[in-house]
């Protein structure tokens, strides 16, 4: 007659947890090699990160854990405060104070030293705050740029090919370029005048406070408005 020994070591486990034993955990073995670690409080605990990073390295409260190859932290109770969801994190405070660059796939965004994911990672590149406005950093998404503010907020979209320096032909203004044509956004995020020109000159060369351009085979001016003028 064959023995079924497991209905008799579940039913032991039972009566354990029923009815109490002198130690708060207890280590049953079910089957060949097969160990299951009981806390008789809180029930079974497995070890959940594949590592464990020392405590303050990344932020003072949090170490930095690792699942299956990605990412998260968890603070000094135990508690996981991010998510292991993310490919690389990269120091706190690098980019903005109280925030960390993190990577999911092969793109960026950014949590804070809340555990909050404030931006999210849909960026292929993030550069610099302040680099090009101050409180404003640049951001790629595909071959185009835009720009996001000191709060996350996507203030330029990212549909320019290319957005040089502010202030190099207008105060307050910069240059972009979008299907090889150029025009201008201002420091509030508008598009103060459409990319239709193959070419913008310096402003005040020929006429105080306007710019030559260049549309096709033809010349006109904008004047330091972005409307198109006539002498």
């Not at 932290?73 to 109280?98: A, L, T």
């Not at 193959?198 to 402003?203: A, S, V, W």
């Amino acid at each position: 007659m064959k023995t079924h020994f497991l209905p008799l070591i579940i039913a032991f486990m039972v009566s354990q947890l029923a009815f109490g034993s002198s130690n708060d955990n207890s280590i049953f073995n079910v089957g060949v090699g097969v160990l299951l670690q009981v806390d008789l409080c809180d029930g079974i605990k497995k070890p959940k990160y594949t590592r464990i990073y020392d405590f303050g390295d990344f932020h003072p409260n949090w170490a930095m854990v690792e699942s299956r190859g990605l990412l998260g932290f968890i603070d000094m109770d135990g508690n996981e405060v991010v998510e292991p969801i993310y490919d690389d994190i990269y120091s706190f405070d690098d980019y903005r104070k109280d925030w960390a660059l993190v990577k999911k796939g092969d793109q960026y965004g950014f949590i804070d030293s809340a555990g909050n994911e404030v931006v999210e990672p849909i960026y292929d590149d993030i550069y610099s705050f302040d680099d090009y406005r101050k409180d404003w950093a640049l951001v790629k998404k595909g071959d185009q740029y835009g720009f996001i503010d000191m709060s996350g907020t996507e203030v330029v979209e990212p549909i320019y090919d290319d957005i040089y320096s502010f202030d190099d032909y207008r105060e307050d203004w910069a240059m972009v370029k979008k299907c090889d044509r150029y025009g201008f956004i201002d420091v509030a995020g508008n598009e103060v005048v459409e990319p239709i020109y193959n070419e913008i000159f310096d402003f005040d060369v020929h006429h105080k406070d306007w710019a030559k351009v260049r549309k096709g085979g033809k010349f006109g001016f904008i004047d330091k408005h972005g409307a198109e003028v006539t002498q």
